[in-house]
């Protein structure tokens, strides 16, 4: 403790580091060293001169020199991560969103060796076949491949996505399909994304699976179209399509079935319940039979747990289960409900247009990135 009327300041040990590990000088040993009254006065330089003499010697601060502070070391640079406080389930979720983003951040996405083509089906509705069709195909789109989608649903709610004009006077796929239009004269550009095209459907489609039956080939008619489609991108120097996604209508008709016939690969969307299970095992038996009759090429490569509400015990036991059965085809993303993904279609765009940094299309452009390395 300080004696009271000590010159010594009371923090100066905070600041006395540099003198550790050398001689202090005690006063009884400054006469033995120095005899002060034996310095000429005109060369000590007066008194100023003597008591900054005698501050250096016996180890004391100078009071007529203005004492300098050292400056505090500067701190090592520090990410927004190394700040955030996660005690809060609301801080961890957007700090756990935040390291996605970061991850996504430096990830650059392969161009196929191939022309990837996939069929989005499911023969349950409402498990969001449509959403994740515009969704993936937008995040692929927004990394600069090059994808064509093509709309068989008769409701035509991918091509309202997209920002595509589908109405009864618009040429669209059902004249592809029917009056063997080329797929060239049909495609339109998407508004909002560059490397996007679209084959949009109209309201004709709802009659053409009675059309359909009597035609010849009548499975292959879609396939056909996209084969001349592709050597017409090739004559006229256009870039090759890197991925085609053909949205299919909940059903198992003919409409259907020609996707399946077009495609090499099968994307089942499936949402976290359990009627979706069902569906699954009636979906998988048509496949089969494809495979068998139609389309030996023809995979179910991917399947993505869709409507994930982790707040529910029955979300996570129907992803556990499907993961169980198909380990090397589902995603690890997971698409949670979001009030944004639905909110997109009204502004006829995709989530990853309308609000690119939403939980929706953060876990839609983790499942394109999963999708595209997997090749």
């Given at each position: 403790m300080k004696k009271?009327?000590?010159?010594?300041?009371?923090?100066?040990?905070?600041?006395?580091?540099?003198?550790?590990?050398?001689t202090v000088v005690q006063p009884n040993e400054v006469e033995e060293l120095v005899d002060i009254d034996r310095v000429p006065r005109e060369t000590s330089g007066g008194a100023e001169a003597d008591l900054a003499f005698?501050?250096?010697?016996?180890?004391?601060?100078?009071?007529?020199?203005?004492?300098?502070?050292?400056?505090?070391?500067?701190a090592p640079a520090r990410s927004v991560m190394d700040t955030m406080d996660e005690s809060t389930p609301l801080a961890s979720q957007l700090a756990h969103e935040t390291r996605r983003r970061e991850r996504l951040s430096h990830r650059q996405l392969p161009k196929p060796p191939h022309t990837r083509y996939l069929t989005i089906s499911n023969q349950k509705g409402g498990v969001g076949k449509t959403t994740t069709t515009v969704n993936v195909a937008a995040a692929l789109a927004a990394a600069g491949l090059n994808v064509l989608v093509v709309d068989i649903d008769p409701q035509g709610n991918?091509?309202?996505?997209?920002?595509?004009?589908?109405?009864?006077d618009v040429d669209s796929i059902y004249d592809v399909l029917?009056?063997?239009?080329?797929?060239?004269?049909?495609?339109?550009?998407?508004?909002?994304?560059?490397?996007?095209?679209?084959?949009?459907?109209?309201?004709?489609?709802?009659?053409?699976?009675?059309?359909?039956?009597?035609?010849?080939?009548?499975?292959?008619r879609?396939?056909?179209?996209?084969?001349?489609?592709?050597?017409?991108?090739?004559?006229?120097?256009?870039p090759r399509l890197d991925?085609?996604?053909?949205?299919?209508?909940?059903?198992?008709?003919?409409?259907?079935?020609?996707?399946?016939?077009?495609?090499?690969?099968?994307?089942?969307?499936?949402?976290?319940?359990?009627?979706?299970?069902?569906?699954l095992s009636q979906l998988l038996k048509n496949i089969e039979m494809i495979q068998k009759h139609l389309n030996s090429d023809l995979v179910v490569s991917t399947i993505l747990l869709t409507m994930y509400d982790g707040r529910t015990n029955l979300a996570a036991q129907v992803a556990a289960e499907v993961r169980e059965h198909f380990p090397n085809q589902v995603l690890q993303a997971i698409i949670p409900r979001s009030v944004r993904i639905s909110e997109a279609p009204s502004y006829q765009q995709t989530v990853i247009t309308y609000d690119p940094n939403s939980t929706g299309a953060l876990s839609y452009l983790e499942a394109a990135a999963e999708l595209a390395e997997r090749g």
């Open positions: 009271p009327g000590s010159k010594i300041p009371p923090f100066a040990a905070l600041f006395s580091s540099s003198t550790r590990g050398t005698l501050s250096i010697l016996s180890g004391e601060e100078n009071p007529l020199v203005e004492k300098t502070v050292p400056a505090a070391p500067e991918a091509s309202t996505a997209l920002g595509v004009e589908h109405h009864a029917i009056n063997d239009m080329a797929l060239a004269d049909v495609v339109a550009p998407c508004p909002d994304l560059e490397h996007l095209v679209v084959a949009p459907a109209t309201i004709h489609l709802a009659g053409a699976e009675i059309e359909l039956v009597s035609m010849v080939a009548r499975e292959q879609l396939r056909r179209a996209l084969d001349q489609y592709a050597k017409h991108r090739e004559s006229t120097g256009l991925y085609v996604f053909i949205d299919c209508p909940p059903s198992l008709g003919l409409l259907t079935v020609n996707a399946f016939v077009a495609a090499r690969e099968v994307l089942i969307p499936i949402q976290c319940e359990y009627y979706a299970l069902e569906g």
